[in-house]
């Protein structure tokens, strides 16, 4: 059997899928000057092949099939198994309608095609519901898939054979960009873990499966793997939550460690599972990048939403710890939570500076189907073309802030931590006290000037 794994980039915007907001998918169509340079550096870096898709390769291949992966072609193949996403499901379907018009069986996985069947339904002969694992073993022994598939969520991740690459997808140019941690040019995902067992009501990452992990030693089998094939890979953990058991991380950098496995890495998680002691284990390793979830400075409002706040304190010591380090931080920020008013999205904008991480990326509150948070704000949601659920679009009616307002807020938040002077010493991780002082005396006229264009285009500056 020849099978079309079809991954096909968007043509709007800058669209990641894949593992990205649990599925769904994210889409930046750059509104200023800012996001648009953000834009233009993500295009490059943050599109990585996906590791859904690579998974079914690697059971694909076990049981002899020929497998082909696809960013937009058609060659010929029995079947085509088509990566959904939300932001991008109408062009995802109409490549679908051509494929079945030429005579290919076609079906979709991921969580937008789980949760969201019907949006794909008349464009598909079968829906993979649930992680595609188990739905696709039945295919590989010969099971014909038809109308919607459960698939059982695979409890031992480790039984599982390591995700196949296509070495064209994963070999691109890669450079070093000064300051950055992942290299010019992406790097290869891999999840040592599913799922999140935190309880964050707006978060989709939860919803199609518990939390599992894979054991340390099948982890580093892959590691292995990956080194032999790749020269120096650069590898990207795509579990929400990394370092959820810190002697299992512990252990993985060990293990990196005494292998002598040539890697460098990233890995996003919550900045309340990790220490000094951990961090230094992780660089030692290979460890260049992180990412983690700040989302606002009031924990009142966190506590509202389902997440536990971390204290102000170990932001401050973990991020002080990444820069003398020399390891990149990205922290994450959500505006417009249900008790988010102007003042508090301010001073959310402001500890962001603050905190002096390396890079910051600023999203709207998204209600996502599937979540808590849709339960609740559903009957508010006011738009009703699923593309814009993008993270950058107000799609509900916020009982204090206007979708104007929102999207005013969104482009401070830009404008305000990337246009500031002291931004270069955090994106060059500068330590010296004296001279990060001197930086932020500079940022005191640049501050009034956006108060300035804040108050010319809305009456009201972005300050608490
Ligand atoms: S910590 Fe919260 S936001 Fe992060 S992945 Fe887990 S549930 Fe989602």
Redesign the pocket.
């Known amino acids: 059997m020849r099978v079309l794994l079809v991954d096909l980039p968007a043509r709007d915007g800058i669209v990641s899928k894949d593992t990205v907001v649990g599925g769904y998918g994210s889409r930046l169509l750059p509104f200023s000057r800012v996001t648009t340079v953000i834009g233009a550096l993500k295009r490059r870096m943050h599109d990585v092949p996906s590791v859904q898709l690579a998974y079914i390769a690697g059971i694909l291949a076990q049981y002899g099939h020929d497998v082909v992966w696809s960013r937009g072609e058609t060659p010929p193949a029995d079947i085509a198994i088509v990566l959904s996403s939300l932001v991008d499901h109408k062009h995802e379907a109409a490549w679908a309608d051509e494929a079945r018009a030429r005579g290919i069986r076609t079906g979709f996985v991921g969580l937008t095609a789980s949760k969201m069947p019907e949006l794909f339904r008349d464009h598909a002969d079968f829906l993979i519901m649930g992680e595609p694992e188990a739905a696709v073993q039945r295919l590989a022994r010969g099971a014909e898939l038809q109308g919607d598939c459960v698939s059982e969520a695979i409890d031992d991740l480790d039984a599982l054979p390591f995700p196949r690459w296509e070495f064209s997808l994963t070999a691109r140019p890669r450079f070093a960009l000064p300051g950055a941690g992942r290299p010019y040019g992406g790097g290869i995902p891999l999840l040592a873990s599913r799922g ?1 067992p ?3 009501t707006y ?1 989709p ?2 919803i199609l499966a518990g939390y599992r992990a894979r054991s340390v030693g099948n982890i580093l089998e892959e590691l292995e793997a990956l080194c032999r094939g790749f020269k120096r890979p650069y590898v990207i953990f795509r579990d ?2 990394f370092s959820v058991d810190r002697d299992r991380a512990m252990a993985l950098a060990d293990g990196i460690r005494s292998r002598g496995l040539d890697l460098r890495f990233e890995c996003e998680t ?1 900045i309340d599972r990790l220490d000094p002691e951990l961090l230094d284990a992780l660089h030692g390793a290979g460890l260049r990048a992180m990412s983690f ?1 700040v989302e606002s400075v009031s924990g009142d409002i966190l506590k509202k939403v389902g ?1 536990r706040p971390t204290p102000e304190a170990q932001h401050r010591l973990i991020i002080n710890h990444c820069r003398q380090k020399g390891i990149a931080t990205a922290a994450f920020y959500v505006l417009g939570f249900p008790h988010d008013d102007w003042a508090s999205i301010a001073a959310t904008i402001d500890y962001s500076i603050d905190l002096g991480s390396s890079a910051a990326q600023f999203k709207l509150l998204t209600p996502y189907p599937g979540t808590p948070l849709w339960k609740q704000l559903g009957p508010k949601v006011f738009e009703k073309d699923w593309q814009k659920f993008d993270g950058f679009t107000p799609t509900f009616e916020h009982p204090s802030l206007s979708a104007r307002e929102l999207k005013f807020l969104l482009g401070a938040a830009y404008t305000r931590f990337y246009m500031r002077p002291s931004w270069l010493a955090d994106w060059g991780r500068v330590c010296t006290p004296a001279a990060r002082q001197a930086f932020h005396r500079m940022d005191v006229p640049v501050a009034r000037r956006h108060a300035r264009e804040e108050l010319s285009l809305m009456r009201r500056a972005v300050t608490c």
């Open positions: 999140c935190e309880f964050c978060c990452h939860r929400p939550l919550r979830g997440r």
